[in-house]
């Protein structure tokens, strides 16, 4: 059964650091990763989708990089913002596909005006 | 991009009363629905996954009596927390699949907070 990590439970960091964000995963077979943002009594956001046959992706300020051989996947946030405060969540599929998002429990940042 | 909603956005009841949520998928059909389940400063937790048309297959420790839900359309599934208890206060959220998206990427409604008293 799949079973999502995140490293740390908590960072905050002054503003304009870059940072990344520790995911790991115990089923290296995924069919895909995500990462989410949730702001405190909010739903989710996506942020990134990582197929298993890719890399890396990359938006804005965000690089998402999956390694499935060590079962692992970073967020990397660049030049941080108060803005950017919020939990970051790390969700994996199965190989298959069809079985639904496996989520760990979550990194709470402050980004520290 | 896909767009799921859910219905109330927060509601508050009594104990020993019924909840009903709605979770719709507005643009696209969902050939599966997941609900999912997050207590305070915790993560979220899958509670049934629902195939349109088909009963729910729910996650261990997930009463099936008491969280009843049914799909009986492509973009409608609703959860009724029956004989709600202050324990069953969450935020509960529901993402709908589509079979057609090669990505079989879930798309996530913006969660019901329910507060039983």
């Known amino acids: 059964k799949q079973e999502v990590t995140q490293i740390p439970a908590a960072l905050s960091v002054p503003e304009g650091e870059n940072l990344v964000l520790n995911c790991s995963f115990t089923d290296s077979a995924i069919y895909n990763l995500q990462w989410f943002r949730q702001d405190p009594g909010k739903g989710l956001t996506s942020l990134l989708l990582i197929q298993s046959s890719q890399r890396e992706q990359t938006s804005g300020r965000l690089n998402a990089s999956l390694d499935k051989s060590s079962g692992r996947s970073t967020l990397y946030i660049a030049a941080s913002q108060p803005g950017d405060s919020a939990t970051y969540l790390c969700?994996?599929?199965?190989?298959?596909?069809?079985?639904?998002?496996?989520f760990g429990k979550g990194t709470r940042l402050s980004v520290i005006a | 991009g896909a767009v799921v909603s859910q219905h109330p956005s927060w509601v508050i009841c009594k104990s020993g009363t019924s909840v009903k949520i709605e979770c719709r998928s507005l643009d696209f059909q969902a050939t599966t629905m997941f609900w999912y389940r997050q207590f305070p400063k915790q993560s979220l937790m899958l509670m049934a996954t629902?195939?349109?048309?088909?009963?729910?297959?729910?996650e261990q420790g997930v009463e099936k009596d008491k969280f009843l839900i049914n799909h009986a359309s492509l973009t409608l599934s609703t959860l009724t927390v029956t004989s709600a208890h202050p324990e069953d206060s969450s935020f509960y959220i529901c993402?709908?699949?589509?079979?057609?998206?090669?990505?079989?990427?879930?798309?996530f409604g913006p969660g019901t907070r329910l507060t039983v008293l």
């Open positions: 969700a994996a599929t199965a190989d298959s596909g069809n079985t639904p998002l496996v």
């Open positions: 993402s709908a699949r589509t079979g057609g998206s090669s990505y079989n990427e879930q798309f």
């Open positions: 629902s195939n349109e048309g088909s009963k729910a297959t729910y």
